[in-house]
């Protein structure tokens, strides 16, 4: 499979030069345009083909939102992922209103950009947990219901546990420490979490834990 043809659009020179070398050396991704502005982005979909475009909100000559929408109307198939400061619930709801298909915040470690955009262009939307809740708000706001839900899935105590450490954006190294287990044991946990709540990260692990009524914050 070819790499996927990626944009990124990040004014701050330090932030984006290291979200270009993590693209870089992901082997499959091709990072056919690293822009600071705009203008740049929407100029380089005119240049080639975009399978996808991480970008931030907050442009000197506009807005992401603006990149967005304007990605959905040159190419269709293109997905948009959003990192950013910005966690309010009004910045979250119209990104994703624009098109956008996962939200990070750019506390995000490394790993997390990778594995985010492979869950994106793996069809699922990968989504800070800060971001999630703000989804699930919303969702219960619109839901006159939402006091009726029951989980759909039983959790053991020790996975419930791991869930909350999950949702705190622990390691698992600090999960192991604070629920005094072994390191090894904390990814069987989380694949069976992943398993039960039918999700591929924790990002997903917290907003569908958190719909089903398992958390509450």
Same mark, same amino acid.
């Given at each position: 499979?070819?790499?996927?043809?990626?944009?990124?659009?990040?004014?701050?020179?330090?932030?984006?030069?290291?979200?270009?070398?993590?693209?870089?050396?992901?082997?499959?991704?091709?990072?056919?345009?690293?822009?600071?502005?705009?203008?740049?982005?929407?100029?380089?979909?005119?240049?080639?083909?975009?399978?996808?475009?991480?970008?931030?909100?907050?442009?000197?000559?506009?807005?992401?939102?603006?990149?967005?929408?304007?990605?959905?109307?040159?190419?269709?198939?293109?997905?948009?992922?959003?990192?950013?400061?910005?966690? %309010?619930?009004?910045?979250?709801? /119209?990104?994703?209103? !624009? +098109?956008? &298909?996962?939200?990070?915040?750019?506390? #995000?470690?490394? =790993? %997390?950009?990778?594995?985010?955009? /492979?869950?994106?262009? !793996? +069809?699922? &939307?990968?989504?800070?947990?800060?971001? #999630?809740?703000? =989804?699930?708000?919303?969702?219960?706001?619109?839901?006159?219901?939402?006091?009726?839900?029951?989980?759909?899935?039983?959790?053991?105590?020790?996975?419930?546990?791991?869930?909350?450490?999950?949702?705190?954006?622990?390691?698992?190294?600090?999960?192991?420490?604070?629920?005094?287990?072994?390191?090894?044991?904390?990814?069987?946990?989380?694949?069976?979490?992943?398993?039960?709540?039918?999700?591929?990260?924790?990002?997903?692990?917290?907003?569908?834990?958190?719909?089903?009524?398992?958390?509450?914050?």
């Amino acid at each position: 499979m070819a790499p996927y043809r990626i944009v990124l659009c990040e004014d701050d020179d330090i932030v984006r030069e290291r979200l270009a070398s993590l693209i870089n050396g992901w082997a499959d991704g091709d990072l056919v345009a690293s822009c600071a502005t705009l203008a740049e982005t929407l100029a380089a979909y005119q240049r080639s083909e975009v399978d996808l475009l991480i970008v931030d909100l907050n442009l000197p000559d506009g807005s992401g939102l603006d990149a967005i929408r304007a990605l959905r109307k040159t190419h269709e198939r293109a997905e948009s992922m959003v990192i950013s400061v910005l966690a %309010d619930e009004r910045s979250v709801l /119209e990104a994703i209103g !624009a +098109g956008a &298909s996962g939200y990070l915040l750019k506390d #995000a470690d490394s =790993l %997390d950009l990778i594995e985010a955009v /492979e869950s994106l262009m !793996a +069809g699922h &939307s990968p989504i800070s947990s800060r971001i #999630a809740r703000i =989804l699930v708000r919303q969702l219960c706001e619109q839901s006159p219901d939402t006091h009726k839900w029951e989980p759909a899935v039983n959790m053991t105590s020790r996975e419930m546990d791991v869930l909350w450490g999950i949702s705190k954006g622990f390691t698992y190294a600090e999960i192991a420490q604070q629920l005094h287990i072994s390191r090894q044991t904390v990814p069987v946990h989380i694949r069976n979490i992943y398993r039960k709540l039918q999700v591929t990260n924790r990002s997903e692990a917290v907003f569908e834990a958190t719909r089903q009524g398992l958390m509450q914050f």
